[in-house]
């Protein structure tokens, strides 16, 4: 699939990969770049506190990691 980019910066996420990853309008995207690349992540499927992207469990609409879990139950 390729788009472009417009005058603004702006690029249109497909409806079809919309739909794959259920993002919806007013859905937050985290944008990053790894390995050379351009990487769109609903936030919800990051920590809200370390920003890691595995094992991602929702809390209050965000997202929390194992670790971090880990880490509140402790406390």
Do not use: Q, S, Y
């Not at 980019?5 to 770049?33: C, Q, S, W, Y």
């Not at 992540?41 to 809390?59: K, N, S, T, W």
């Amino acid at each position: 699939m390729v788009r472009k980019i417009d005058d603004l910066g702006r690029v249109v996420v497909p409806a079809e990969t919309r739909r794959l990853f259920n993002i919806h309008e007013g859905d937050e995207l985290a944008i990053t770049v790894e390995n050379g690349g351009i990487v769109l992540r609903r936030l919800d499927a990051l920590c809200v506190f370390c920003g890691e992207a595995e094992d991602i469990a929702p809390f209050e609409g965000r997202g929390v990691c194992k670790p971090c879990r880990d880490r509140i139950a402790a406390l």
